[in-house]
Structure formats: structure tokens, C-alpha cells
């Protein structure tokens, strides 16, 4: 008796662990059942001319609920995600309040829950006073791990001494991400930065601000025992000095550093280009890409991170750091891709079997039997601009408005679930956590 499946992709190119393949993908209650040819399915979804990704995770994101919502809430964030073929996210702590109690990570996950179009799970923020109460709040299901903030953030969530690192690093287990640059540099530094100029941003927060962070931290992490996992990297010179401690630190770099250029940048965007850590020159963002090439970097997040164009449009430095990123992070690559910066088989380890290896993400990562049935299905040859009226984020903008790209996500499928196709929603979203290896048995 033929076998009949929830959800059959046909007739496209099927991205598994062992290279494309031109094959049917069958799905039955939310898991990939069947890689092959031949199968019957209650849905059957016709890929002819595109390719089949295992779902996009894009690590790093920020959402501002609770407390932030005018620049972002956890469903219009996720929207974005979804209609730009991102399957599932990290979401940071520095919302209002922090997240950085149970209650506050249980606060996150209730709000989410079927509100969030994609799949999701929360960092815990690390400060002075719950240190030693990490190692609990890292099992909590849901949770992503603990995030430290060297630089670049206010209040409790600010742990840039030595001693309040080490409490933190010395409680618990799982990876910690970081956000490293030194603020007593960048502290040092700040009149550098010069009123109504963005352009200063990256002499202020400069190259050494970035490094001291990541030698210290690594120092930290190797006296501490624990894995850490350092954010948003800016340069060439920390990608090489990541490159030699591979045993204890794995890295991430973003869509916007591998794309835009300071020196057109600054005078095209002004401080629409104001992020932290900076966009920095040319040279910088062409020896991220040989590092990248190189294999050193492990993820790709796009630190999605929205304000108001009001806020924006206050004069430097008073205007804040952020820009949106979680949308456009897929097609940017694509483009990338389709210029020969890179290959599609380096994109999909930085963005699926990457997260799953160094996160220990549980059904997610690839497309493989009994895996979670998540695909970001491409056109890889679609040309097209990016509108403003394709953006979902509350806050209205990109800095890749009217960017011509080539490359582009048609489908956005969820543990079987067609949550997106060519641009419109389903009706109904579906969001759950995303489970962990270090949170199946806590």
C-alpha cells in the first residue's frame, strides 16, 4: 500500500547534507518523512526552478517586546522574518524590562507563543546580580543562552569588568554569546565622536575597541573553562585571532558588514548606517569576506535591530545604534551568492547546519530524515528591487531600500506549514520554541 504524506515538495533542487540533489521532499506530522521520488501527499507544492534550503536561522535579533514596541513587537518582527525566509530566530535581552529573570524569559515565551510567525527561543541577559543564578536560567526551555554585553549596552545588562565577567562565565555550561567592544576605550574615545557626523562612528568605536574586547574575553572564557560565542565581527584582525582559538570561541558576522562600505555608507545613509559595532571601510568588509571564505566564521545573524525613523533623524550621536536586518538577511546573501562572493553550500552552513552545530539545536539545520520539515525555498535567478512596501518591520525602513538584488526567498515553510509563498502570509501563525540539546533534560 503507497504511502500517503502531509506535504509533498516536487521538482525542485533538494539542499541535504550530502549536496543538491534533484529530489521530491515528503513531509508527515511536521517532520521530513521521505527524500526520494514517487510520493502522494494531501498538498503537494510544485518547486520547478528553484531550490530547497534547509530553514534559515537567523541567531540574532531583536524584537523590543516588552517595552520598546513602537520600534517592534515580536509578531511584526517575525512577519519580517518569515516574508524574507527565515525559519527561525534568537531574540536578544535588552528589552523593557531586561530578560533576565524566569519570569521575564516565561513572559517572552507566553507572549510569543502562535503570535510569532516563525520558530524562536530567548537569551538570557547576563548582569552583576544574576550571575550565579545563570546556570538555572540557561536550561530553562526556550532559552538560547546567556548573552554578556561587554560594551554598547546601559544598566544592569553592562558587565565590562573583569570580575563580574568571570562570575558570569563561571555559571553554567551552554555557549555564551558576547557583544565585544571595550567600554572604558570606548569611553575614553567618545569625544571622537563629532555632533552631526556619522561618519566619526567608527573612529570613536574603533578596530581597537573591537579587539581588546575579543582578547580579553577569550582570555576570560580559556581561565573559566567555557564556550563563548562573539558577535557581530567587524574585523579582519579578530576574525584571524578567533581563527586561533577555535576550541573555546565561535564567531558570527552580519548581511549589513559584508555589504556596506563606510565610505559610500556614511555619506549615502548618514546614521541610517549608525550601528554597533560599526560599519567600517571598504578593506575592512572585503577582509571579513576572505575570512568567511576562509571558514572561520561560523554563523551569519542579521543583530536585527529597529528604531523609529524619528529616532534616526536626531542628530549624531545622539541618534541611536541599530538598523533593521532579519528580512533582508536571505535575499543579501543570495545576491552575494549570485556575484561569486560566495558559495550556496557556505551560505547554508552559516545559516542552518552552523547555528544547529555550535547552538545544539534539536530537529533543525538541515534537511534530513526525522528532522523538523523547515525549508527557505529560492529562486536564485529572480531579479528585483527592494521596496519599501515589502518591508514588514514596524519601523518603516532598510538601509537596502532600492537595493537591486538577485536572489530571492518564494517560500517560508515551518515544520510542514506554509507560513509564507511569493509574499503572502498564511493565516494564522504558528510559532513554537525552538528546543535544545542542553534543555531536553535539564
Given at each position: 500500500?503507497?504511502?500517503?504524506?502531509?506535504?509533498?515538495?516536487?521538482?525542485?533542487?533538494?539542499?541535504?547534507?550530502?549536496?543538491?540533489?534533484?529530489?521530491?521532499?515528503?513531509?508527515?506530522?511536521?517532520?521530513?518523512?521521505?527524500?526520494?521520488?514517487?510520493?502522494?501527499?494531501?498538498?503537494?507544492?510544485?518547486?520547478?526552478?528553484?531550490?530547497?534550503?534547509?530553514?534559515?536561522?537567523?541567531?540574532?535579533?531583536?524584537?523590543?517586546?516588552?517595552?520598546?514596541?513602537?520600534?517592534?513587537?515580536?509578531?511584526?518582527?517575525?512577519?519580517?522574518?518569515?516574508?524574507?525566509?527565515?525559519?527561525?530566530?534568537?531574540?536578544?535581552?535588552?528589552?523593557?524590562?531586561?530578560?533576565?529573570?524566569?519570569?521575564?524569559?516565561?513572559?517572552?515565551?507566553?507572549?510569543?507563543?502562535?503570535?510569532?510567525?516563525?520558530?524562536?527561543?530567548?537569551?538570557?541577559?547576563?548582569?552583576?546580580?544574576?550571575?550565579?543564578?545563570?546556570?538555572?536560567?540557561?536550561?530553562?526551555?526556550?532559552?538560547?543562552?546567556?548573552?554578556?554585553?561587554?560594551?554598547?549596552?546601559?544598566?544592569?545588562?553592562?558587565?565590562?569588568?573583569?570580575?563580574?565577567?568571570?562570575?558570569?562565565?563561571?555559571?553554567?555550561?551552554?555557549?555564551?554569546?558576547?557583544?565585544?567592544?571595550?567600554?572604558?576605550?570606548?569611553?575614553?574615545?567618545?569625544p571622537l565622536a563629532l555632533e552631526g557626523d556619522p561618519s566619526t562612528h567608527p573612529i570613536w568605536r574603533d578596530d581597537e575597541s573591537a579587539m581588546i574586547a575579543t582578547k580579553r574575553i577569550i582570555k576570560l572564557a580559556r581561565a573559566a573553562g567555557r564556550r563563548i560565542h562573539i558577535l557581530h565581527i567587524t574585523t579582519p584582525a579578530e576574525l584571524e585571532y578567533i581563527a586561533q582559538n577555535k576550541d573555546i570561541a565561535t564567531c558570527e558576522v552580519t548581511p549589513q558588514h559584508l555589504t556596506l562600505a563606510g565610505e559610500d555608507a556614511y555619506p549615502r545613509l548618514g546614521t541610517y548606517a549608525q550601528m554597533n559595532p560599526p560599519i567600517r571601510s571598504g578593506a575592512h568588509r572585503d577582509g571579513l569576506w576572505k575570512w568567511l571564505n576562509q571558514g572561520v566564521p561560523d554563523v551569519l545573524g542579521s543583530d536585527h535591530a529597529p528604531h523609529t525613523l524619528a529616532e534616526k533623524a536626531k542628530t549624531y550621536p545622539a541618534s541611536p545604534s541599530g538598523m533593521p536586518g532579519v528580512q533582508t538577511l536571505v535575499p543579501l546573501l543570495l545576491d552575494h551568492v549570485a556575484h561569486g562572493r560566495t558559495t550556496l553550500a557556505r551560505f547554508i552552513e552559516l545559516t542552518s547546519a552552523g547555528p544547529q552545530r555550535i547552538f545544539g539545536l534539536v530537529g533543525k539545520g538541515r534537511i534530513a530524515l526525522g528532522y523538523d520539515a523547515d525549508f527557505t525555498i529560492v529562486d536564485l535567478k529572480k531579479r528585483w528591487t527592494v521596496g519599501t512596501d515589502w518591508l514588514a518591520s514596524r519601523c518603516e525602513w532598510s538601509p537596502f531600500t532600492d537595493m537591486e538584488l538577485t536572489g530571492k526567498a518564494i517560500g517560508t515553510i515551518i515544520r510542514g506549514h506554509r507560513v509564507m509563498w511569493d509574499d503572502t502570509l498564511a493565516n494564522a501563525a504558528i510559532g513554537e520554541p525552538v528546543r535544545f540539546e542542553a534543555t531536553q533534560f535539564p
Open positions: 500500500m503507497t504511502q500517503t504524506y502531509d506535504l509533498i515538495l516536487k521538482n525542485g533542487t533538494v539542499h541535504t547534507p550530502g549536496g543538491p540533489a534533484q529530489a521530491e521532499v515528503a513531509v508527515s506530522g511536521g517532520k521530513i518523512a521521505a527524500i526520494g521520488v514517487g510520493f502522494s501527499g494531501g498538498e503537494t507544492i510544485d518547486c520547478t526552478g528553484l531550490d530547497i534550503l534547509p530553514g534559515v536561522i537567523d541567531s540574532q535579533v531583536h524584537f523590543r517586546e516588552p517595552g520598546l514596541e513602537h520600534k517592534e513587537d515580536l509578531e511584526s518582527g517575525s512577519r519580517a522574518a518569515v516574508l524574507g525566509g527565515v525559519t527561525a530566530v534568537f531574540e536578544m535581552p535588552n528589552t523593557n524590562p531586561n530578560t533576565d529573570t524566569a519570569a521575564r524569559v516565561q513572559d517572552k515565551l507566553t507572549r510569543a507563543h502562535h503570535r510569532m510567525w516563525c520558530d524562536h527561543a530567548f537569551y538570557v541577559g547576563a548582569t552583576a546580580d544574576n550571575a550565579e543564578q545563570l546556570a538555572e536560567l540557561e536550561k530553562i526551555p526556550g532559552t538560547a543562552g546567556v548573552k554578556i554585553f561587554m560594551g554598547a549596552s546601559t544598566g544592569s545588562l553592562l558587565v565590562d569588568d573583569d570580575s563580574a565577567l568571570s562570575r558570569v562565565l563561571a555559571s553554567g555550561r551552554r555557549r555564551v554569546a558576547i557583544h565585544a567592544e571595550d567600554e572604558t576605550r570606548m569611553n575614553a574615545r567618545k
